[in-house]
Every structure is written in structure tokens, then in C-alpha cells.
């Protein structure tokens, strides 16, 4: 096996695994399509939405003290231990639940600013919106420098020693994304972690993993993560929640909470049991991939063989996008096609290629794209969400993010290809 280029599915799983999602190759509005923008929101996992659905039905309070309110509770509890557990792999802390992952990083950065000691932050050129600004908003409203590091633009990475540069006794927090959501660069947030606790041992780390969650395992007890968020919809579930593990030491922090309640608990008021129960079936369905290739009965041993799995399958996608084949020309070999970021290993690299054609606004390329049966996502250099990204990579144009999933499949790349080609030839 050659892992370093990837390893992909057969088309028997794959087959099988796209069956399990809605609209995996058409949109009822406008008929067949590649959907090539799961970054921005991944195809929905249909047991996830149907157990979602299902749990809705119950009037009944999960807090009742009879059959459906302990059931509706249960689906609580176990999905609460299953995604600490499970998916952040940890052995303490907190889980924190809310609308949206954003709302969960802006809160973790709130709860930190206003209790740890120190006059600055770092925070990466690279974060998302969701992450940045939340920082640019505390340190404004507590007082603190907000310091910014830098991308390397060949990479798409914020490196250690860049980091590390602009920590010292007086940081009180550092936050770096996990994976960029529109160059797919892996961060090394181990180490990361290592430069920064050199420099001050008691410093809090917290990581965006929004993009990250749904191509790699997420490990916050063994890179010593005092915070973590994810959003279900761009993991194969649904809106309208978003998650965040939380270290005992951030948890002990005075927050908003009930009263009567335990220091830990970070709900306020009665959770929804479809959101935690619609994010046990996305546990399920890693689970059954890694069934397919290791022995075992353990579902979180399982879960890692399928997270693993599903980062070798990705693997394969990029590479195959990347380079192509003799037949179908990828797009680092295309005439006018420009990718950012684009190191030679695919080893540390989410699902994503950025890219630019000739001849082409960022906006209309992706119209064209979309014309042809192909959806992506215009990362332009105009949009609140993405100006401060793009520039930092060198795209100061902005730039069409492509992301497939780990269901798509080398015909699925391979048309991509041939379409981009004769964009390109245009």
C-alpha cells in the first residue's frame, strides 16, 4: 500500500457509501452535478436527518422521569460521552453545545479573556471569521494586543516558529485552526503546542477544527487542547448545532450557566436529544467503514480505523486531482490553471484544491462551473469571509474552492478534470 499518495476505495464501497447520503450526484432544482463543495456544508448523511426527524415528533421533556423522557435522555447522555470520547478523544472535560460551531468559539474565547492573566493573544491570518473575530473582539473588549501570525504562502500553513515569535510570559491565549478551510493545509498543532508551552508552560491553546473534523481524528488529550469546536453540517449531519470539548481548567472558569447546576455543565437549558442522536449515527457510519477493514468490536477503535480510512481515500482524491491521469490531464498539468498553496506532498492536506483559470473572475468562474453540472464555492477576495484568507496566501483575486468527499469517486474527479479543461482551453 502506498499510503503517501492515498489509498482508494473500491467502487463497490463506494457505490455503497454514497447510497447512505441525500443528493450525492443531483440536485432536484437543476438535475445531475458534481457536488464539489462540501466544505462549505457536506452532503447530509441520511440516518443522521431521519433520526434528527424522528426524535423531533416527541413533545416529551428528556428531563421527565418516565419512558419517553429517560429514552429522549439517554440519546443526551451517551451522544454527549460518545463525541468527547469519541470523536475529540478525551478523557475529561467538557462538552459545550450551541447553534452554531462560531457561537461555541466565540463563547471558549469570551470564558478565557475574562479569567486567564496577560496582555495579548495570538490568533492565525488563516482563521475563519468565526475564530478571528472572535479574538479581535475580546482582546478589544478586555484590553489585550491582538497579535497576528502569518501564513507560509507555499504551504498554506502557519508554522511553529511563526507562532512561537510572538509568544511570550505576558500571552494569555493562542488560537490556531486545525486545517484551512480554503487551501486544505494540515496546521502542526502538535507542534504548535510544543513552541508555544516552551515559551510559557501554562498558556491556553484553543483550534478551530470546523474544516478538519470530517477527514481526520481529532486528539485534544494528547495535544493538550484547552478547547476544540466542530460543526455536524459540515460532517455529514445537520444544522443548527455546533459542538466544542472544553478542558477541565477552562470549564472550572466562572461562565454563564444555571446556578444549581454542576461547574462543568455549559447548557442552558434543555438540549435537543435529535442533534446529539443525528451525531451518534455519524459515529456509526465512520464505524462501519473501519468494520470493513479491521476486525474489531470496539466503536471507537473502529471509528478511527474508518477516520483514518477516510483520510486515504481523500488522499487518493487529491493526488488524482492534483496530477491526474495520462488519459485525463490534473490540474497542476492544466494551461492556465493556477493552484494556491499547493506543496508536492498531499500527505497533510484536507480534501480542497483553490484554484484560479485564466480569464476568469473568481465569481465567474464558479458560474461556469455551476453551469456545467459542477458546484464549487467562489472564494472571492471581496467577501468578508474569505479577503483576509485569500490575501494571505497571495490571492489577492480570491480564489474557487473545490472539495469533494470521500464517497466521490476517480470518475467523479475525472469529469471535474475534463470540464476544467475545457474551461481553461476557453
Known sequence: MNEEKGIMFDSELIAELKSQFYMPDEDPKSGSRLFFDNSGGSLRLKKAVEIKEALERYPDCPERAHETGLMLLDYVKKGTEEILDIVFDAKSGSLMSELSASQCMFQIVDIIMENAEGTNA???????????????????????????????????????????????????LVSIMSASNISGSVMDIEGIVKAVRAIKPEIYIISDAVQHAPHMVMDVESLALDAMNFAPYKFFSIRGCGYAYVSDRVANMPHHKIIAKDQKIFALGTPTPGNFAAMMAVIDYVASIGKKFIDSEDRKELYREGMRRIHLQERALLYRILEGTEEVPGLRHIKGVEISADPDSVEERDLIAGIRIDGYSIIGLAEEYQRRGVTTAPRDAASIYSNRIVNALGADKGLVRVSPMHCHSAEDIDRFLKITAELAAK
Not at 488563516?126 to 494586543?145: I, N, T, V, W, Y
Not at 509568544?167 to 494569555?172: R, S
Open 122 to 172: 495570538v490568533v492565525s491570518v488563516l482563521e475563519h471569521p468565526s475564530a478571528f473575530d472572535a479574538m479581535q473582539f475580546h482582546c478589544e473588549k478586555h484590553g489585550r494586543e491582538l497579535r497576528v501570525a502569518q501564513a507560509n504562502k507555499e504551504t498554506g500553513r502557519i508554522d511553529p516558529e511563526e507562532v512561537a515569535r510572538l509568544v511570550d510570559k505576558d500571552t494569555c
